[in-house]
């Protein structure tokens, strides 16, 4: 586009320097809703730039949001193209059914979890096999069963390259002694374990060692 349609298009200010505002605006954990949607809204030519930044981050942070994301993506199935990081953090005891979810994020690579795994059932840490596309898994301020049972998680994930621990605790310990896990054992080939802090309790020794593996 020459300068001067550029400038017809979006008023005084070139477009090239619009859309630098829309991306600044949607970097950082947090965009900033309010511009990017007024973009979206009152610029033709910032639409899509705009509403990528808008949904390359899904938070859902209960049933009702989860509701309601399902209820677009299965009107608008398009908008799940531009997902890339996906965080999940419902309230403390509500079940989100992760299952439902497969088919709406096919380009998204990061996942972060807190979850109540309790609310469960024992063999569903199969479900996470229908991520494809998820590289980083973080798993946050949650209770796991034992070592088991976040290896089958990690298993899970075809694509996995990345695992973040934070504040995990393990409801028991592990069969296998932590002396005798290896990295060959918990993680699959080309997986690195990272940012895992020091948590309380006998199974300490295993979630220092876990942070210092990297394959």
């Known amino acids: 586009m020459v300068a001067g349609m550029t400038t017809a298009v979006t008023g005084r200010l070139p477009l090239e320097v619009l859309e630098r505002v ?37 938070v859902l942070k209960g049933a009702v949001h989860f509701q309601k994301f399902l209820t677009v993506a299965r009107r608008y199935p398009m908008i799940t193209h531009w ?51 998820i590289r980083h898994l973080q798993l946050k301020n949650m209770n796991i069963e034992d070592g088991t049972h976040l290896r089958r998680i990690v298993r899970s994930l075809p694509q996995l390259t990345r695992l973040s621990l934070i504040g995990i605790r393990f409801n028991s310990i592990c069969r296998e002694q932590p002396t005798c896990i290896t990295k060959q054992r918990w993680l699959p080939e080309g997986v690195t374990a990272v940012g895992v802090q020091s948590p309380q309790g006998p199974i300490r020794a295993f979630m220092i060692e876990l942070e210092t593996w990297s394959i």
Do not use: W
């Open 22 to 58: 829309a991306d600044l605006a949607g970097e950082g954990s947090i965009p900033d809703y309010s511009t990017l949607r007024s973009m979206a809204l009152t610029c033709r030519a910032l639409k899509h730039r705009s509403q990528f930044h808008l949904l390359r981050h899904l």
């Open 83 to 133: 997902i890339r990081e996906v965080t999940i953090c419902p309230l403390e005891g509500e079940y989100i059914p992760l299952s439902l979810l497969q088919n709406y994020l096919p380009r998204a690579a990061t996942m972060r979890l807190t979850i109540s795994l309790e609310l469960y059932p024992p063999g569903y840490a199969a479900v996470f096999a229908g991520f494809r596309s």
